[in-house]
């Protein structure tokens, strides 16, 4: 939890900032997110085991002030590791289905660059739920939602008055735990969600 707490701190500090600007006229914004990264899914019973994450995030951001903007969309998460399970090695692919709620900031620091740090939560369904085994694939042993937060900092380099591009870093950390769903093929009774996730990437902001 300490890269949550760092990002966290900033986040904090770019709020106190002082800005000369007046509130702006209310307006929207898109916001699109592409990263990849690592995690970790944290298992209730079984060992834990490392996966790979690759996110994509759909934004639409109401702009309340000049600094101050409020968000909701749509997500992909895809993650996929090897782990094991008493005697038996598994390749695990999921997919999940992400809706967020997220408080955006907009701190301008020139006339072409800006931070965009970003705070929230989300809910998120499995769509696509994968254990390769050995000798068979085994599916849906997981299903159903759990939520978790997260947490970002862009920065972005303004090309006009409609487009910016930048960088993103990400942290996601899911809060509750998913449930098996009692797959004969795979018993079992452990419980699991995806924690320490850490993700870079790219941003687009398109004012509309």
């Given at each position: 939890m300490k890269p949550f707490r760092f990002l966290f701190a900033i986040l904090i500090f770019i709020v106190s900032l002082p800005t000369s600007a007046q509130?702006?006229?209310?307006?929207?914004?898109?916001?699109?997110?592409?990263?990849?990264?690592?995690g970790t899914?944290?298992?209730k019973l079984d060992p834990n085991y490392n996966v790979n994450i690759n996110n994509t995030d759909l934004f639409l951001k109401y702009r309340i002030t000049y600094r101050l903007g409020l968000a909701t969309?749509?997500?992909?998460?895809?993650?996929s590791g090897n782990g094991f399970k008493a005697k038996d090695y598994f390749f695990h692919e999921r997919i999940t289905l992400k809706l967020p709620i997220s408080i955006i900031l907009d701190y301008t620091i020139t006339d072409h660059f800006s931070v965009v740090p970003n705070i929230g939560i989300y809910a998120q369904n499995i769509l696509k739920d994968r254990f390769q085994l050995e000798s068979s694939t085994i599916k849906n042993v997981y299903s159903g939602w759990n939520m978790g937060a997260q947490l970002g900092i862009g920065l972005t380099y303004k090309i006009n008055r409609t487009y910016q591009i930048g960088l993103n870093y990400a942290l996601q950390q899911d809060f509750?735990?998913?449930?098996?769903?009692g797959n004969q093929n795979f018993n079992t009774s452990n419980k699991?969600?995806?924690g320490s996730i850490n993700m870079i990437g790219l941003l687009m902001v398109i004012t509309l």
């Open positions: 509130i702006k006229s209310y307006d929207f914004n898109i916001l699109a997110h592409g990263n990849f990264g690592f899914v944290n298992n969309g749509i997500g992909i998460n895809r993650i509750t735990f998913f449930q098996p769903n699991q969600l995806i």
